[in-house]
């Protein structure tokens, strides 16, 4: 302990996403007015803001103009306003462009942008309201004092695959403040402790995700227009799979095109980057990418179980926050402005806790009171039940969603339950119908122009991870994994990681080994959320590791 420095701060903000910025930002404006001497602190693990940051995205500007009050709308670096907002049924050589819009996914007056791009202008205004922001530093350790909260660690390097010391060994930082606010995004590892620890998802229903593969790409003029907005139904996802995809388009004739599918399917070899690139070659979206060139790749998941989902926020000292909080409108395909809308009710409660000198959980319940009476309910509440009328297939959730809109949400059955993603895939011997290699044979065949092979794509990341470290994916039990992911499951982490990470080996001797290529992680958290009987925690790896996104 003697070699670990510490700090002390008033408030430690983990992650520099939306929600952990807006929560900074708001914080440093409230505390400015009543005096100074407050120190604000937030910490990224990414190697700078921006560089983890992947979404759609098409963003809901209105919550811009409360965070920043005294700036030019146009200052915002927005991409283009949605100029045509479309659902296309997606079939493999036609499609029907609906006429009109699927309640909830309505884009009129919101704008196309880079979530990246967003959160490096935040992170500017933050830092110019005297917020102090590090960068490629991953923080790994709650800090606990007498069973509460009383800040967190960044994590040591200088370790071999082992976690012996090497000689550059550098222990993390303790991070002492009195308020943490857990801004990590989707399936935040720390908050999943917090939650763990303080039983914060007793009584919720199991929070589930989406994985989304994203590309962006540049194309010839004419392609698309800036702010022209399609989302696709249909293929290549069948009646038993959630999803669907985006296409937004940008200036300078670039597009972001991306999948995104629940991680509740029941293929134990379904594939969500493979799908994506079977969906790019149906008739409509390759001819928006014909004569284009890929820029981009990355992979995140995101929490899409909604309103009955949502944890209790708060225990003494700290605070959740976006969508480590599960705070997405699903059918929206929306987060960033709840992020940014719970950002700022975190700030209050967090402002006016400081301010009193009580950061006890009942001073900090005020957050959970606000959220429940902000925008958050008012967007997550009437499809509370939303993403869990699907979990039987398209065709019933289609039913359910019907009864839901007449009656604000209820449905015919009130409260459906969901269960989590890694108890829906079956073993290979149960899983009856067509496996996902055979379903698209000829079809995974990738020409590297339209369609790419994982290792390819993972190279459009800008992915690095250092050598010399413990391996960041843990396999909780290894015989039991043997036994049970790879044996009877036939290990479906090869099939759903979008970055190639994990390998299956046959032994000389036939045996099977796992091999793990933790270097391609993209850090989208899938094989933490979907492996069957817990298999695998993804623990932070050494700061500024992971993908390199300039523009997603
Ligand atoms: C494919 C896809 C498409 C989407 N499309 C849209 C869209 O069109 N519109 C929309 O509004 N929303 C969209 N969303 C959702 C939206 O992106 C999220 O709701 C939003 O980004 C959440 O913000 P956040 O700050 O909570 O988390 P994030 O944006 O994930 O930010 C969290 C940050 O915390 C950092 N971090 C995590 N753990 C640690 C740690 N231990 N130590 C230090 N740093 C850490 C991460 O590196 C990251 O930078 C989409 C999401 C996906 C995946």
Same mark, same amino acid.
Do not use: C, M, W
């Given at each position: 302990m003697s070699n670990v420095d510490t700090v002390s701060t008033d408030v430690l903000v983990i992650g520099g996403g939306p929600s952990g910025l807006a929560t900074a930002i708001h914080l440093a404006d409230i505390l400015k007015q009543k005096g100074p001497g407050y120190r604000i602190l937030l910490i990224e693990k990414g190697s700078s803001i921006g560089s983890h940051i992947l979404s759609g995205a098409v963003i809901k500007p209105d919550v811009f103009k409360e965070l920043?009050?005294?700036?030019?709308?146009?200052?915002?670096?927005?991409?283009?306003?949605?100029?045509k907002d479309s659902l296309v049924l997606l079939r493999e050589k036609s499609s029907i462009t609906l006429p009109f819009h699927i309640p909830y996914m309505n884009n009129t007056g919101n704008y196309t942008a880079s979530a990246g791009l967003i959160c490096r202008y935040l992170a500017n205004k933050a830092q110019e309201k005297g917020v102090e922001i590090y960068t490629g530093f991953a923080v790994d350790e709650i800090l606990y004092k007498d069973g509460k909260v009383i800040g967190a660690k960044t994590k040591d390097t200088g370790?071999?695959?082992?976690?012996n010391q090497l000689e550059n060994f550098q222990p993390g930082t303790r991070i002492e403040a009195k308020i943490t606010i857990f801004?990590?995004?989707?399936?935040?590892s720390l908050a999943k402790m917090l939650m763990k620890k303080f039983n914060l998802t007793e009584g919720k229903n199991e929070q589930v995700y989406s994985l989304g593969v994203k590309e962006l790409w540049e194309v010839p003029p004419g392609n698309i227009m800036p702010g022209q907005v399609y989302h696709t139904m249909g293929y290549p996802l069948n009646n038993d799979e959630f999803g669907g995809g985006f296409i937004y388009g940008l200036n300078d004739n670039k597009v972001a095109v991306g999948l995104v599918v629940g991680l509740d399917f029941k293929d134990p070899t379904f594939d969500v980057h493979d799908a994506f690139q079977v969906w790019k070659t149906s008739s409509f979206i390759s001819q928006i990418l014909k004569g284009g060139k890929l820029i981009e790749y990355g992979a995140k998941t995101l929490p899409e179980g909604g309103y009955y989902a949502i944890p209790k926020l708060f225990v003494d000292n700290a605070l959740i926050v976006g969508d480590s909080a599960g705070l997405v409108v699903m059918p929206a395909l929306k987060g960033i402005h709840l992020a940014i809308k719970s950002g700022m009710l975190a700030a209050e409660a967090t402002a006016n806790a400081l301010l009193k000198d009580d950061t006890s959980e009942m001073s900090l319940q005020q957050y959970e009171t606000l959220v429940y009476n902000s925008i958050i309910q008012k967007e997550m509440y009437p499809v509370r039940n939303f993403r869990q009328g699907f979990s039987k297939g398209l065709f019933v959730g289609g039913l359910h969603f019907g009864t839901q809109l007449i009656t604000g949400g209820a449905g015919f059955f009130g409260r459906l339950r969901s269960h989590a993603d890694n108890k829906t895939t079956l073993k290979l011997r149960e899983f009856k119908k067509k496996p996902f290699k055979e379903r698209f044979k000829g079809k995974l065949e990738f020409d590297k122009l339209l369609t790419f092979d994982k290792a390819t794509n993972v190279f459009y990341s800008g992915v690095y991870h250092d050598e010399q470290q413990v391996v960041h994916l843990h396999i909780n039990d290894p015989e039991k994994f043997k036994a049970?992911?790879? *044996?009877? +499951?036939?290990?479906p982490c090869v099939f759903f990681c979008?970055? *190639?990470? +994990?390998e299956l080996h046959t032994k000389k001797n036939g045996e099977k080994e796992l091999r793990i290529h933790a270097e391609n992680c993209m850090h989208c958290k899938t094989c933490d959320i979907k492996s069957p009987d817990d298999g695998v925690t993804w623990v932070v790896p050494n700061g500024g590791n992971g993908p390199n996104f300039q523009n997603m």
């Open positions: 920043l009050p005294g700036v030019e709308f146009s200052e915002i670096p927005f991409n283009a306003k949605v100029t370790l071999d695959h082992y976690g801004a990590e995004g989707t399936r935040g049970v992911n790879i *044996e009877q +499951y036939g290990a979008s970055s *190639e990470v +994990y």
